[in-house]
Structures are given as structure tokens and as C-alpha cells.
């Protein structure tokens, strides 16, 4: 598929693109149309679209320093009880949730994925983008936005300013071909560029509406994915159990105006100027300056979250059939609404019987499963091999197999200073 082009010719079409539907029509037909003005705010347009795809290309999305290391669960709760205190019902921090990237041998902050192409851990990783032969993460989904906009911006205006070629045309349609405002070649230059603008035109809109509500709601594409994976699996475990379970809100949402600051920078005035690097600023400790992340926000390694659902849920909450179970709750009501009634031993008894049926949910849930659109995470460049096993909350627990020894003797000394510091 597009993954197996070389960027250099993804890039090269898509230059080609530009450069045939925004520069043949000014040099040909258009030209005795427009007013210098129109012509000089139409370049002002290509500019901005020539920027922004110039640093979609080549900014770096944002991976995950290699020597950073989860904050502990207690910095965090401490962190949240003064926000909390502050302003109730305000963001806070999510604990815990990190994996082991066992590709980068590093450690995996929450939304974060490794990337097949990149092969490197991306931060808030939205795509593997085939237009733009890069990923698109925290550190450059402003660019990928200001892209899009200035492509359907500038091709809006000149279907606006082609209209009045349209309609001089059709004014003078009862005349002798050759006495048309413009000549022949023009006129097929026009009506072979016509629907290669309309349709071009209709599918980046499409990718720009789907990205603004993205950025709106603060979900990527991947995480949009996994939503529907996890809704997926929630329905079929309410049809094999015939029993309602309480679905786990969905937790990076945190009001529209604080996602499209944190997926689009702080000053909403730069939002559309190409220049601005937009999204959070990238996590980077040093020896001599400390991040101060509290401050200066989570930058990529700490994220906030609602607080519909505790601070401690993993999202995706619930791998069916790697049975993490303990995010799924039994909802006795058997109701979508209200506080849930939580059966706790009679959810084990169905939760025993239904680990007995060895056939589990069925096929279509696991690591073959595909959107509705019929897409898997590979589709998206993401390596699932990469993806690693999630730990338990506070970082040391039994599960530590995928984790090298040195990793762990560390974790272990950082978990003991901690507790010290206390
Ligand atoms: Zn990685
Ligand atoms: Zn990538």
C-alpha cells in the first residue's frame, strides 16, 4: 500500500499536485480575471500552505526522551489533591498507565505508540501520515492541521475566483468558439482541471472536519480506533453475558477549549500561523535544569485527564482477551445511567464461568480486529509488536518478565527514594 512508497515520491505527487492546481490556472485562464489583490491573497494563501507542509514534513512529532522515567504515584496523587483543592472538577493528572517499549527499550508514556516507520516511540501518536511521509504526534499536529486548512482554504478561493471564468463563459456561450474570452487550450486546461480541484478539493475537507473534531474531543486516530475496539468488545461481552457492564468514560477529554489549546498551543491568536510550533512543549530534563512538569505542563510524558473515572484507569481500559478484568465493572441495574452497583462476587462467578467457555468472545476481538472502517493499528504505522505489556500501578509489580534486570533494579531504588522522601 502507500506505506511501501518511497516518501520521496509521496512528496514529489503531492508538490506536483499543488504546484498543478495552484499555479497552472494563474498562468493560463485566470489570469485576465483577477485583480491584483485577489491574485496577491491567493499566493498569501500558497505561502502559508507551502510553510505548513514544508514543516508537516519535517517536524519532529515527539518521542519520549529515552532516559525519562514515570513519575511516582505519589508526586502525582500530591499533585492532583492541590488541583483538586484548587478548583474542583478541573483536569487532573493520569498515574500510572506507562508501558515498556521493548523496540526502544525505554519506557512508554500514556498515548504514546512506537512507530513502524519512525521506529521510534511517538508521542500522542495520531498517524503515520502517507502525504507527509512523517508521523503526526504532539510536537507537530499543528502543523498537519495548518496543512490541511490552507489546502481547503486556498482551493475554496479558487473555485470562488474560477466561477467568474464559469460565468463569463457562459455568457458568451452563443458565440463562435473561437471568439470565446478565452482560447481553446485554456478551455481544456480548465475542464481537465475542474474535477481533479472539486475532487482533491472534497477529500481534504473531509480529512480537515475529521481532524478539527479530533482535536476537539482530544482523541487521536489511533485512540478513536481503540474506542471503537473497546465499545466493540464491551457490546459483545453484554451479549454473551446478557448483562449490562458499565462503560468507562472515555478520559483525555477535558472541555473543548483546553483540547484544542493542548492539541493546538496556549494563544488561540497563533493558531493558524505557520510558524508556531502549537501542542504541548517536549519533555526534556536535563542534568542541570529539572522538568518542572507542574509548570510546564505534562510535556508528552504526563497527561491530563477528566476525572470521570479514577486517575489510576488505563486507557484503553479493557483488553477482552488479554482479560484485564479489573476495569470492567458488573453493573447490577443492568442501566447505562447512575452510579453502577457493583456485584463483586457475582461478577467473579460470571467471570469464572465465561473463562471457562474457551472460545471467549469470539473471533474479531483480539489482535486481528478491525475498525468499521476496516482498519488495524498497523494501518496507522503503529508496531503492535512494539506495543508492550502495561504495568501495574506504582511501577513495581509481578508482571516484570518484558522489563530488563537493570531497568528494574532502578525502578526499584526510584521507588525506594520516593517512599524515603515521604
Ligand atoms: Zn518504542
Ligand atoms: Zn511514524
Not at 505548513?52 to 500530591?78: C, H, M, N
Amino acid at each position: 500500500m502507500i506505506e511501501n512508497v518511497p516518501p520521496r515520491v509521496t512528496i514529489s505527487g503531492v508538490v506536483a499536485l499543488i504546484l498543478f492546481l495552484a499555479y497552472s490556472p494563474q498562468h493560463s485562464f485566470l489570469e485576465p480575471y483577477i485583480t491584483k489583490n485577489q491574485s496577491l491573497f491567493f499566493n498569501f494563501l500558497l505561502a502559508n500552505l507551502w510553510v505548513s507542509y514544508y514543516f508537516a514534513v519535517t517536524a519532529s512529532p515527539g518521542s519520549p526522551p529515552k532516559d525519562w522515567i514515570p513519575t511516582s504515584v505519589d508526586e502525582l496523587r500530591r499533585a492532583n489533591a492541590k488541583l483538586e483543592a484548587h478548583d474542583d472538577g478541573q483536569p487532573i493528572w493520569a498515574i500510572g498507565g506507562e508501558r515498556w517499549c521493548s523496540k526502544c527499550e525505554a519506557w512508554k508514556p500514556r498515548r504514546a505508540h512506537h512507530c513502524k516507520v519512525c521506529k521510534a516511540c511517538v508521542m500522542k501518536m495520531d498517524h503515520q501520515g502517507p502525504w507527509t511521509a512523517n508521523c503526526v504526534g504532539m510536537a507537530n499536529s499543528a502543523h498537519f492541521f495548518r496543512f490541511l486548512f490552507y489546502c481547503v482554504v486556498s482551493m475554496i478561493y479558487l473555485t470562488v475566483l474560477m466561477f467568474s471564468v464559469y460565468g463569463d463563459l457562459f455568457e458568451n456561450s452563443d458565440q463562435d468558439i473561437h471568439s470565446m474570452p478565452i482560447t481553446v487550450p485554456q478551455m481544456v486546461h480548465m475542464i481537465v482541471l475542474s474535477p481533479i480541484l472539486f475532487i482533491t478539493g472534497f477529500a481534504i475537507t473531509i480529512l480537515l472536519v475529521r481532524f478539527i473534531i479530533q482535536l476537539a474531543t482530544n482523541t487521536t486516530t489511533i485512540e478513536s480506533w481503540e474506542n471503537e475496539k473497546y465499545e466493540d468488545s464491551m457490546n459483545r461481552l453484554r451479549k454473551k453475558n446478557k448483562t449490562w457492564y458499565k462503560q468507562l468514560a472515555y478520559p483525555y477529554d477535558i472541555g473543548l477549549w483546553e483540547n484544542l489549546k493542548e492539541g493546538l498551543g496556549k494563544n488561540p491568536l497563533a493558531w493558524l500561523y505557520v510558524f508556531s510550533a502549537g501542542g504541548p512543549e517536549v519533555y526534556s530534563a536535563t542534568k542541570e535544569k529539572k522538568w518542572d512538569w507542574e509548570r510546564q505542563g505534562g510535556g508528552g510524558v504526563r497527561w491530563l485527564v477528566n476525572g470521570f473515572e479514577p486517575a489510576d484507569t488505563v486507557w484503553p481500559p479493557v483488553d477482552v482477551e488479554k482479560k484485564e478484568w479489573k476495569n470492567v465493572q458488573f453493573d447490577e441495574n443492568g442501566s447505562w445511567e447512575g452510579e453502577a452497583v457493583v456485584d463483586r462476587e457475582k461478577f467473579e462467578e460470571r467471570r469464572k464461568k465465561w473463562e471457562g467457555t474457551k472460545e471467549g468472545l469470539g473471533g474479531g476481538v483480539g489482535e486481528g480486529w478491525k475498525s468499521s472502517a476496516g482498519e488495524s493499528l498497523a494501518d496507522f504505522g503503529v508496531d503492535e509488536d512494539g506495543e508492550g505489556e502495561l504495568f501495574p500501578i506504582g511501577g513495581v509489580g509481578d508482571d516484570d518478565e518484558d522489563v530488563p534486570l537493570g531497568e528494574l533494579l532502578r525502578r526499584r531504588k526510584a521507588a525506594k527514594a520516593a517512599a524515603e522522601e515521604e
